[in-house]
């Protein structure tokens, strides 16, 4: 199955620079690869996602970028806000079918006001 | 809101245990997912059904067990539960079988003691 690598586990910025959280895969096959925020206590939230078929997409301050080729994808934030405190998950789909969600481990940001 | 309903929110029980746990997806979702996030743990899939038939099965213990009923509801079973099953239990739901984005519950706390 799905191998999903996520790193850092923590990430601590000062507000107003910019945060890149990191996630490789295993499966080639893997076409769709969202990610998530979850505040604490909270249900994980969508923020943004890319398909294979696209390299990079950007939505204001945040941007996913996409390497097929080295089966990596990455989570850029730019401007940082305190409220961006929270902790973040990259995932995968595996195979053609999406029929799984493979969750990295998640990373811890901490944006110091 | 997401729109996916978890009951319930909270639950205490003994070693030895069996607990159920209710997910109503959002009205039109015929995918349901379950998830489980151990205390400062990432998200460990369980289980994915899709429009009554279970679609994938991750990491899920012979304890448990799921279903998904004709008007699209889920439910998990843990049975002999034991003190390492406390965790976060989420259930998200999509319209499609993956490859959409995964609207999540707001969770079910279980604890065992």
């Known amino acids: 199955g799905e191998n999903v690598e996520q790193h850092p586990s923590t990430l601590s910025v000062q507000e107003g620079d910019s945060a890149v959280i990191k996630c490789t895969y295993s499966d080639s096959a893997s076409n769709y690869f969202p990610w998530y925020k979850q505040e604490l206590g909270k249900r994980p939230q969508l923020i943004i996602d890319i398909r294979s078929n696209v390299g990079e997409k950007k939505d204001q301050r945040i941007a996913v970028t996409l390497n097929k080729t080295a089966k990596h994808f990455s989570l850029h934030i730019t401007e940082t806000q305190p409220e961006d405190s929270a902790v973040y998950f990259c995932?995968?789909?595996?195979?053609?079918?999406?029929?799984?969600?493979?969750f990295g481990s998640g990373t811890k940001l901490n944006v110091k006001p | 809101d997401s729109g996916v309903t978890q009951t319930p929110k909270h639950l205490i029980t003994a070693t030895g245990q069996r607990v159920t746990l209710r997910c109503s997806p959002r009205?039109?979702?015929?995918?349901v997912y379950w998830y489980q996030q151990s205390l400062d743990q990432g998200l460990q899939f369980l289980i994915q059904?899709?429009?009554?038939?279970?679609?994938a099965k991750g990491n899920i213990l012979e304890r448990f067990s799921a279903q998904q009923f004709p008007d699209l509801h889920s439910e998990l079973n843990l049975s002999s539960l034991e003190l390492g099953d406390s965790a976060l239990y989420f259930c998200a739901s999509s319209v499609l079988s993956g490859g959409t984005e995964a609207f999540f519950g707001q969770g079910t706390r279980l604890t065992v003691v």
């Open positions: 995932a995968a789909s595996e195979g053609d079918n999406f029929n799984k969600f493979y």
């Open positions: 009205s039109g979702d015929l995918s």
């Open positions: 059904y899709y429009n009554g038939e279970e679609r």
